[in-house]
T-cell receptor, first 109, second 121 residues
Framework: EDQVTQSPEALRLQEGESSSLNCSYT??????LFWYRQDPGKGPEFLFT???AGEEKEKERLKATLTKKESFLHITAPKPEDSATYLC??????????FGRGTSLIVHP | GAGVSQTPSNKVTEKGKYVELRCDPI?????LYWYRQSLGQGPEFLIY????????DSGLPNDRFFAVRPEGSVSTLKIQRTERGDSAVYLC???????????????????FGPGTRLTVL
């Protein structure tokens, strides 16, 4: 059974304080790993898809990386508007992604 | 449409009642998914449609839950004899297609609607 574990559950940062969120996964035959951002009361918003170990993708202050066992979402010099829950999901043998529980990020001004 | 829309945004009902939740996917998207999300949890898969047919309904918790997509576009999730444990946010997502093999591509990307918050009293 595919498993996705995200850590930490919650993270508080000061504006400008860079950090990383972790997504560890156990799957058989990774076909893709997704990162989503979810604001309170809204649906998840797609950020990135990663396919193979060593791959990196960037968008503004966010950079996602992938190894064979985990993915990191690096946030550089975060701003208060980056506050949200970040969800990781993996797609392996099935076409149905398995989601982690998310990391709740709060960035204080 | 510009994005996935869901109605109603909020639904409050009494235990034992019947509810219908609607999802309008992005125009042209053939794959449609329903998820349920409880507080502090990630989305939990319920059912997946490819076109008009339910390709995978393995996530439906019991036979009180049913979903349809009669014309391959709009979908309705139906819950009979609601229970307090059904309270959650119900999310709908759509993707252009759903590749069953090989590396996922951009066409597999799922775009989510804002969800329907269901409260069963």
């Amino acid at each position: 059974e595919d498993q996705v574990t995200q850590s930490p559950e919650a993270l508080r940062l000061q504006e400008g304080e860079s950090s990383s969120l972790n997504c560890s996964y156990t799957v058989s035959g990774l076909r893709g790993l997704f990162w989503y951002r979810q604001d309170p009361g809204k649906g998840p918003e797609f950020l990135f898809t990663l396919y193979s170990a060593g791959e990196e993708k960037e968008k503004e202050r966010l950079k996602a990386t992938l190894t064979k066992k985990e993915s990191f979402l690096h946030i550089t010099a975060p701003k208060p508007e980056d506050s949200a829950t970040y969800l990781c999901a993996v797609q392996a043998g099935s076409y149905i992604p398995t989601f982690g529980r998310g990391t709740s990020l709060i960035v204080h001004p | 449409g510009a994005g996935v829309s869901q109605t109603p945004s909020n639904k409050v009902t009494e235990k034992g009642k019947y509810v219908e939740l609607r999802c309008d996917p992005i125009s042209g998207h053939t794959a449609l998914y329903w998820y349920r999300q409880s507080l502090g949890q990630g989305p939990e898969f319920l059912i997946y449609f490819q076109g008009t047919g339910a390709a995978d309904d393995s996530g439906l918790p019991n036979d009180r839950f049913f979903a349809v997509r009669p014309e391959g576009s709009v979908s309705t999730l139906k819950i009979q004899r609601t229970e307090r444990g059904d309270s959650a946010v119900y999310l709908c997502a759509s993707s252009l297609i759903a590749n069953h093999y090989g590396r996922v591509t951009s066409t597999d990307t799922q775009y989510f609607g804002p969800g329907t918050r269901l409260t069963v009293l």
